[in-house]
């Protein structure tokens, strides 16, 4: 297995410019989270999904935030408008029963 | 609501030597407890989890962690410490009814290795 893959690695963009993150999940795994890690707040969980349904996003900071989760297999997390504080890197984990995997995160910087 | 508190932001031990990470939790129902390690510009790996089973926890790299419900902690440790153990350490709890487990992060420490 792959693990979960998370792209772009590394995503530098103008403030003010939409940005969408993907992440693909394990084969088979019922949950899914979008984490965002920052040196000030640590790790934060910004949503998850349950069978593809977003059970909990009262971590999302603001609206400009969104996450959509179209099949069992995607989930996007978008930016728009992205602003200089958004700058971080974003994880996404799948997981089975107690099992939680990690992908190698996405570098963002809003310049 | 669940919290992870890890005391301490930065350790540093002499390679060879004992590593103690520190984690206390709180958590309003059975917890599982969790510890995952971040290499520079990597993702979390899991080192080791608690899930009401065995308090001693054996985790992979020679790493292990017991579980101490009257003291709510969870620390971990490893008896030798190696250059290569040098990354962030994060303690995690996960709580809920059913499979709603969402885990809390706490905010990592920073294990140094010196030769």
């Known amino acids: 297995d792959a693990g979960v893959i998370q792209s772009p690695r590394h995503e530098v963009t103008e403030m003010g410019q939409e940005v969408t993150l993907r992440c693909k999940p394990i084969?088979?795994?019922?949950?899914l989270f979008w984490y965002r890690q920052t040196m000030m707040r640590g790790l934060e969980l910004l949503i998850y999904?349950?069978?593809?349904?977003?059970?909990?996003d009262s971590g999302m900071p603001e609206d400009r935030f969104s996450a959509k989760m179209p099949n069992a297999s995607f989930s996007t997390l978008k930016i728009q408008p992205s602003e200089p504080r958004d700058s971080a890197v974003y994880f996404c984990?799948?997981?089975?029963?107690?099992?939680?995997?990690f992908g190698s995160g996405t570098r963002l910087t809003v310049v | 609501a669940q919290s992870v508190t890890q005391l301490g932001s930065h350790v540093s031990v002499s390679e060879g030597a004992l590593v103690l990470l520190r984690c206390n939790y709180s958590?309003?129902?059975?917890?599982?407890l969790f510890w995952y390690v971040q290499y520079p510009n990597q993702g979390l790996q899991l080192l080791l989890k608690?899930?009401?089973?065995?308090?001693l926890v054996k985790g992979i790299n020679g790493f292990e962690a017991e579980f101490k419900k009257s003291e709510t902690s969870f620390h971990l440790t490893k008896p030798s410490a190696h250059m290569r153990d040098a990354a962030e350490y994060f303690c995690?709890?996960?709580?809920?009814?059913?499979?709603?487990?969402?885990?809390?992060f706490g905010s990592g420490t920073q294990l140094t290795v010196l030769p």
């Open positions: 984990a799948s997981r089975l029963d107690r099992g939680y995997t």
């Open positions: 084969s088979g795994h019922d949950y």
């Open positions: 999904f349950n069978n593809n349904v977003p059970i909990d």
């Open positions: 958590s309003s129902v059975p917890p599982y």
């Open positions: 608690y899930t009401s089973a065995a308090t």
């Open positions: 995690a709890v996960s709580e809920g009814s059913g499979s709603a487990r969402q885990l809390t």
